[in-house]
């Protein structure tokens, strides 16, 4: 008897992952076909069958909020984007430069509140999901809520050391690579944001880029083979003109990864400014070598 309610337990099981499974494929062709109607229609009755309770569920009624939050769109602006990529250039006839780039425009930001409420719960139903972090991390860099970005990726940084990295992405493990990988890439959009190009940063700026040192130190911390999170900390003081400081850094990523090509550039050109000589020929060097069709 026993025998038989455990496979019989199992079985539910097994339907109710079933069940979860065809909501989810409904639900991402209903985004494909862009029908918000059928999307509340799915989305209704997985919560009657239980969806409350299941991370998947509220990814989805996130990116049921999110794509109503933000729309892509056509950006302009007179001045050039910060860390925007494929951005072209038109002028008018008084001879004003307007740069033009594709890219989300916030449309309503109550919307990304109910966004970010149904990523707060799907980490409460599966508080290892990396995903699910990572999705309101986007959310709020998308949405240039830079302190409130900043604040999560500090909590998944506590959370992973908590967990010692053990991490599920959807439905694969992931571990401490996957995550310093993952905050990186975030990393560099929250630098980006930054005019790198102005003599004297914002306040906000400037605090945004003490963020990402702080955030990159964190991580050289759990990796400290890792030659991005050393370049971040070194870009963060070269920005402020602190060459003599940043090289070390550099130097640090260099024995680590001679062929870095990103390191070897940022190295020759700090060593340049601190008329280091003899780094600056190691760096040119192997730039030469490793990065000569960059």
């Known amino acids: 008897m026993k025998t038989k309610l455990f496979f019989f337990a199992v079985l539910l099981m097994a339907l109710d992952s079933l069940r979860a499974q065809d909501f989810q494929e409904q639900f991402n062709q209903a985004i494909f076909d862009d029908s918000i109607q059928l999307q509340e229609k799915i989305l209704d009755a997985w919560r009657l069958q239980g969806g409350d309770s299941e991370a998947d569920y509220h990814v989805a009624r996130f990116n049921y909020f999110f794509r109503q939050a933000f729309v892509k769109g056509m950006h302009t602006n007179t001045s050039y984007p910060p860390g925007e990529e494929n951005v072209m250039v038109m002028y008018d006839s008084t001879g004003t430069a307007w740069y033009m780039y594709m890219g989300f425009i916030l449309m309503d930001s109550t919307l990304v509140d109910s966004a970010m409420a149904e990523i707060a719960k799907g980490i409460a139903c599966q508080p290892n999901r990396m995903d699910v972090y990572l999705g309101g991390i986007y959310t709020l860099l998308t949405a240039e ?23 599920m992405f959807d439905q694969e493990k992931a571990g401490v690579k996957e995550m310093v990988s993952a905050v990186e890439d975030y990393l560099a959009k929250l630098f ?103």
């Not at 809520?145 to 991490?167: C, F």
């Not at 060593?271 to 069709?293: G, I, P, Q, V």
């Open 192 to 294: 980006s944001s930054v005019d790198l190009n102005a003599t004297i940063p914002s306040d906000e700026e400037e605090q945004r880029l003490l963020a990402v040192r702080s955030i990159a130190t964190q991580l050289h911390e759990i990796d400290p083979r890792d030659v991005i999170s050393l370049n971040f900390i070194a870009a963060s003081y070269s920005f402020f003109f602190d060459y003599k400081t940043a090289q070390p850094f550099l130097e640090k990523a260099f024995k680590i990864d001679k062929k870095d090509c990103i390191v070897l550039s940022n190295l020759y050109d700090v060593a340049t400014h601190n008329e280091d000589k003899k780094m600056a020929k190691k760096a040119l060097k192997n730039l030469k070598r490793y990065c000569s069709e960059e």
């Open 145 to 167: 809520r830079w302190n409130e970005a900043i604040d999560r990726i500090n909590a998944m940084i506590d959370y992973s050391r908590k967990i010692n990295h053990q991490w």
